[in-house]
């Protein structure tokens, strides 16, 4: 469970003790939103800021999530924070570790104290005569609600419901007599030690979840409708320990970072313009992890291109050890029904159960789900065209952090960080109050993201729209992302800046 605040400063860090306006307002404690305050501080030393964070901890997904195995899926060498060299052997690191180098980020960048703590962004609504954003704020626990005026606001909340999972109802549900288990929501007494288990799914949870459990209950067996496409990743990065040894540590991180998004890069590339091999060649590796005969292409062989789909990565091979142990099986097959005893399958086989694991996907929203207005006029962020991925069309003074679905999150939420810094900087040599996107004619709309994945299909009406030119695109390119974010013009004739009164 998430560490409690001591009396002082759970006092301190409950309530809104704000100034009357901030310069910037982050949404979200978590991975992002620790790195946006901590870069704002470094590049903006005199602006004032808060963060309002919805729960009583710091660390976003790694302290919600506490399912057994929890882990990145993604090295840390780029996970991690730019200006922060991640320095645990582990490449692919457990969430406990995460979320204590979140902590530690937070407690050394003296970003704690401007956090405000179980408090929920409701709604936020822009004056363009005040050149300011009101954000309605509700207490976790009291349901107070308040107010907290900013000229800019800055969301980190990240893309997924904390309240919800992805949970689909399955018929017979209530004549099961064991344990139904949402990963989301992981009930911290849960004891599974010589049950039978079955995990339903086949993405980044359930590959996580089964080896972990696979350890100690009698039996795992990962459910899949489908196939995922795994891949065994070392757990440490043995060219950075080495690079460790002798370079100082700041220059090592530097140069396994580069290394890592490289390689990332490349691969990704490759599996695009070769889709056919890259996927014999995955699928080839699962079989060699196996017992001979293992029947890899109903259970590891994808319908789709690699990529269409995030890869799965498993540390060392864990999810392949324990099926060569006998430990976990993987069935892939369609429910028919829950039973008393389990779950029968389409084909008429029954699973037997003591535990049932739904790791069905998460529930994706925008900005936590909090309601826009602009004007008074009702803003929804499925109308709007994301420019550059991380400002919204004709919105102003406002800035969202989202991530790469095909590299590691962070890279781009430290882009984000750092072009917000750069346009406060802009604006006040400038004297400019507003800064808003303008959508240009003759753009035709595209998907947010270009990605099969169910808990993306299902969010499609929740999303931004991209555009097919600059600024417009969602990249996905670390590299071409660096160029138009980091050195890109910030007046480029696409966003128009004013002073208080009307939108420019």
């Known amino acids: 469970m998430p560490q409690p605040l001591s009396t002082s400063e759970d006092d301190r860090l409950d309530r809104l003790d704000l100034p009357d306006i901030l310069d910037v307002l982050i949404i979200g404690a978590g991975l992002s939103g620790i790195g946006a305050a901590c870069q704002l501080r470094k590049q903006c030393p005199g602006k004032r800021f808060a963060i ?27 996970l991690g924070y730019r200006f922060r060299p991640w320095t645990n052997p582990k490449a692919i690191a457990d969430g406990p570790s995460i979320r204590e180098y979140i902590r530690d980020t937070a407690q050394e960048g003296g970003i704690t104290r401007h956090i405000r703590f179980r408090q929920k962004a409701i709604s936020a609504a822009w004056s363009s005569s005040d050149a300011c954003w009101t954000v309605t704020t509700e207490h976790a626990e009291s349901g107070e609600r308040g107010a907290v005026r900013a000229r800019f606001l800055y969301s980190c909340s990240g893309y997924y ?26 009930p911290e ?8 288990v079955v995990v339903i799914g086949s993405g980044a949870t359930a590959v996580t979840v089964v080896p972990s459990m696979a350890e100690t209950a009698a039996h795992v067996t990962m459910l899949q409708r489908s196939p995922s496409y795994v891949v065994t990743r070392p757990a440490e990065d043995r060219i950075a320990q080495a690079l ?28 695009r313009s070769r889709p056919e091999p890259v996927k014999q060649h995955i699928v080839k590796m699962a079989a060699r992890q196996l017992n001979g005969g293992y029947d890899v292409a109903t259970h590891f062989t994808p319908d ?12 060392d091979g864990d999810l392949f050890r324990a099926i060569r142990k006998g430990r976990a099986s993987v069935v892939t097959d369609t429910i028919e029904r829950f039973t008393a005893g389990g779950i029968r399958l389409a084909s008429g086989k029954e699973l037997p159960a003591d535990i049932v694991v739904i790791a069905t996907g998460l529930k994706l929203n925008v900005m936590g789900g909090m309601t826009l207005t602009v004007d008074g006029r009702a803003c929804h962020p499925n109308e709007a065209m994301a ?4 400002m919204l069309s ?30 406060l900087r802009y604006m006040d040599r400038h004297r400019h109050a507003i800064a808003v996107p303008r959508r240009e004619p003759g753009v035709e709309r595209m998907p947010f993201l270009n990605f099969t994945s169910g808990y993306v299909q299902r969010a499609q009406h929740l999303l931004p729209q991209q555009g097919t030119r600059a600024p417009w695109q969602v990249y996905q390119n670390y590299l071409q992302d660096l160029v138009t974010i980091r050195y890109g013009r910030i007046a480029d004739g696409v966003m128009r800046f004013g002073g208080k009164g009307t939108l420019p």
């Open 161 to 186: 419901s904390y309240d919800e999972a992805y949970r689909p109802a399955f018929e017979g549900e209530a004549d099961f007599r064991g344990a139904l288990v949402v990963p989301q929501f992981w």
């Open 52 to 78: 309002l964070e919805a729960r009583d901890a710091i660390g976003g997904t790694w302290d919600l999530f506490r399912y057994p195995g929890i882990r990145s899926d993604s090295d840390m060498y780029t």
């Open 244 to 271: 460790r040894r002798i370079l100082p540590e700041g220059a090592a991180y530097a140069a396994t970072r580069w290394k890592n998004v490289l390689v990332g890069m490349f691969f990704f590339k490759l599996a």
């Open 304 to 315: 789709y291109k690699p990529w269409d789909q995030r890869v799965c990565a498993v540390p």
């Open 387 to 390: 420019y550059k991925g991380m």
């Open 394 to 423: 004709d919105v102003p003074n406002l800035a969202m952090a989202f991530g790469y679905t095909n590299a590691s999150w962070t890279l781009k939420a430290d882009l984000t960080a750092e072009y917000v810094c750069r346009l």
């Open 189 to 196: 007494q849960l004891d599974y030690a010589g049950k039978r």
